[in-house]
């Protein structure tokens, strides 16, 4: 077979020498090698005292945006749910009752968006998909649970905070303080 | 009673009882075990009579080495299955009280013709010589070193000559599959 | 008949700290394989438990007497309580003639530093290294579980191959110093030149304390020849029915004959509480303090000597069970005893001239 990289090592197959069949000179080898990883640098970091800064463009868990009134955006369409290859979004529509204009943006709503995290990839095609810039990926990665129910995430669990309420949970959740 | 004494009586009881029960046990693994305890008495007793090395080299190659493979043996045996019937026949029964009288007979005269056991007291009476503990240094390994390779180098040389046989003999079993 | 009560008290004060430390080297080995096994692997070790993780080994030990204390059922009560405490017995019972440095005076009484000077000492640790095998072979069989038998038998008959070149090794180094005790032994090594460095019998004796080494690392049962424990491949081991302290025990005990072997080790071949390049019977003057510049010129050499076999475990992968017999019974008592007709033949040639 042709080498498709100059990096593979043929295999020796010749009879040891006598030094290698002594064994020991092969052990100091192996030995100074690992000595001399005593004075390497550790790529090991003391985890809750320090982290790592996340990539600019790292994808964790989604957020439904709400405009600066604190009306929610989603009005589901379904392009997000269409758009996605894991199928891990579903949701209900509704329509805006006269009186909800403080809540809804649009006049049909989302009654019920789930987002299932165990079948999310987080490859961020909903939130390109979006038209009303409603969904978007955060920062923040997906915590670890106990049992499966418990990583759909529901509406409630998936809204940012309400701008007029809690101006600085909403700021905090943009990424803008 | 010195301290001496009280060592020597204790040792003695350890080595008796310890006997009895190599015999009495049902399990031979408990057998072994109690063998080993009539090991370290005996060890003691060695080191009592001032003769070090004969009590190390008891424990090294009786306790230590011999022992070990019995185990083994027995270990390895059919051990969930009960200890066989005593259903002997009579020639073995006869066999085993022959043989066993013979040795008894042999130790007896032992004792009796060894005549330093008894001396005779200032009144002209056979009296027990008093046993005498931690004189003399024929145990010690430069002195029973030098006497096994003047005096008795021939018996010393012939044992050797046996040892060697009988591996050879193993080997041969062993090669034979 | 009088008892001289002092000297039972100095012997009895003596075991006492002999045994206290090496419990605590002991613990604290545990605490340098973790930190030595992370430095060697790029990693950082324990770090959470007090300054540098230092308080880990109580952790550990508090975590193991938390357990839940398993016997087994079918196992036989007696001798699985028993397997794991000869392990221990054994393990600190060669400490009694190793000594430890050279005499200290305490009260106007000159103290040996060694708890027994007898004349067999190096038979004496033979003895004892011999009984270690039924502290394993005990408790693998009273567990009643055909997998901790086969690795007590598989553990007994690799530490009765190897005490066989450990022993023949040593006769080569017997034959030059001419004395079993072991005070002896490190006195001879103290008198050579260079302030007793070039009196070190490792210098004589290169290949006696190769062969030494290497059984001592099976006799501990340290890799590469950790067969009777390898966790990851052949099932646990003879102490596979064991929890809580037992376990602890088992695997205390293995700690303890490492720092053991070390220190005896160090006493034959690397002359004991020499201090190298430093004359001491010309600071004969200083005391108690020449007694202490011996302790830590011994501390040093055990200490190497623990690094030694931590650092040969996180680099050597295990042998193969044929392996091991292999080298034990063809190449290491082979060349044992090369190596003790040729040291027979040459103190034989020298005593000759």
Same mark, same amino acid.
């Given at each position: ?144 649970? !106990? ?31 | ?51 070090? !090395? ?124 | ?247 602890? !025990? ?104």
């Amino acid at each position: 077979m042709q080498a498709l990289t100059n990096r593979a090592k043929v295999v020796d197959r010749k009879p040891m020498t006598f030094i290698e069949r002594l064994y020991l000179w092969n052990i100091l080898k192996g030995m100074f090698i690992t000595f001399s990883h005593i004075f390497k640098k550790r790529p090991t970091i003391n985890y809750p005292e320090k982290k790592r800064p996340f990539s600019p463009v790292f994808r964790g868990l989604h957020v439904l945006n709400r405009d600066e009134e604190g009306r929610e955006r989603c009005t589901a369409c379904g392009l997000c749910a269409l758009a996605c290859p894991a199928e891990a979004i579903t949701m209900e529509a509704a329509e805006r009752k006269i009186g909800e204009e403080h809540l809804y943006r649009e006049e049909k709503y989302a009654a019920r968006y789930e987002v299932n995290m165990l079948r999310c990839i987080f490859c961020g095609l909903c939130e390109e998909a979006c038209p009303k810039d409603a969904v978007y990926l955060s920062e923040t990665p997906a915590p670890p649970n !106990f049992t499966r129910e418990s990583f759909i995430y529901k509406k409630e669990d998936l809204l940012i905070p309400d701008p007029t309420k809690e101006p600085e949970a909403f700021k905090k959740a943009k990424g803008l303080s | 009673m010195s301290i001496t004494e009280i060592v020597f009586w204790f040792l003695s009881g350890l080595a008796l009882v310890s006997a009895i029960m190599v015999l009495l046990s049902k399990n031979p693994v408990h057998s072994v075990l109690w063998l080993i305890a009539v090991f370290f008495a005996i060890s003691g007793h060695y080191i009592l009579l001032n003769a070090q !090395f004969l009590a190390i080299v008891n424990l090294i190659v009786y306790a230590g080495a011999i022992m070990v493979l019995f185990l083994f043996v027995i270990m390895l045996m059919n051990q969930g299955s009960e200890p066989e019937p005593r259903s002997k026949s009579m020639w073995i029964k006869m066999a085993g009280a022959i043989s066993g009288g013979s040795l008894l007979l042999v130790m007896v005269a032992v004792i009796r013709q060894s005549a330093n056991l008894v001396v005779r007291n200032e009144a002209n009476d056979i009296v027990p010589k008093e046993a005498v503990a931690r004189v003399g240094d024929i145990g010690l390994i430069e002195k029973l070193g030098n006497v096994l390779f003047t005096e008795y180098v021939v018996p010393f040389e012939i044992s050797s000559v046996l040892f060697l046989s009988a591996m050879v003999g193993a080997v041969v079993i062993g090669k034979k599959e | 008949m009088n008892i001289d009560w002092i000297l039972v008290l100095e012997k009895f004060l003596l075991i006492a700290t002999v045994v206290t430390i090496s419990l605590v080297i002991a613990m604290y080995e545990t605490w340098s394989e973790r930190k030595i096994a992370a430095l060697l692997q790029d990693r950082r070790g324990p770090t959470r438990a007090g300054p540098f993780g230092l308080f880990q080994p109580l952790a550990d030990g508090l975590k193991l007497f938390m357990k839940e204390e398993i016997i087994p059922n079918s196992a036989n009560r007696f001798l699985f309580i028993l397997g794991p405490c000869l392990a221990m017995m054994a393990a600190m019972m060669t400490s009694a003639v190793i000594p430890f440095g050279g005499t200290i005076e305490v009260a106007g009484r000159q103290v040996d530093l060694q708890v027994a000077d007898v004349n067999i000492g190096v038979l004496y640790v033979f003895a004892v290294v011999s009984l270690g095998v039924y502290g394993i072979m005990i408790g693998g069989w009273a567990s009643n579980n055909k997998f901790s038998l086969m690795a007590a038998l598989r553990a007994a008959s690799q530490a009765i191959s190897y005490e066989l070149a450990m022993g023949l090794s040593l006769i080569a180094l017997l034959f030059m110093s001419g004395s079993l005790s072991m005070r002896d032994i490190v006195t001879q090594q103290m008198a050579g030149d260079w302030g007793g460095f070039l009196g070190w019998n490792v210098l004589y004796q290169p290949l006696g304390f190769l062969i030494f080494l290497i059984a001592a690392f099976a006799e501990c049962n340290r890799t590469p020849f950790d067969l009777p424990e390898a966790e990851n491949e052949l099932n646990f081991g003879y102490h596979q029915e064991y929890s809580s302290m037992k376990l602890g !025990f088992y695997l205390f005990a293995e700690y303890i004959n490492m720092f053991i072997s070390s220190v005896i080790m160090a006493t034959l071949f690397f002359g004991g509480y020499d201090m190298p390049f430093f004359n001491e019977s010309a600071h004969a003057h200083w005391g108690n303090w020449l007694a202490l510049v011996g302790i830590i010129a011994l501390t040093l050499k055990v200490g190497f000597f623990i690094f030694l076999f931590m650092w040969v475990r996180w680099t050597i992968p295990r042998f193969r069970y044929d392996q091991l017999m292999n080298l034990g019974w063809k190449k290491l008592v082979p060349l044992a005893l090369a190596n003790m007709v040729i040291t027979g033949a040459v103190v034989l040639w020298l005593n000759d001239k």
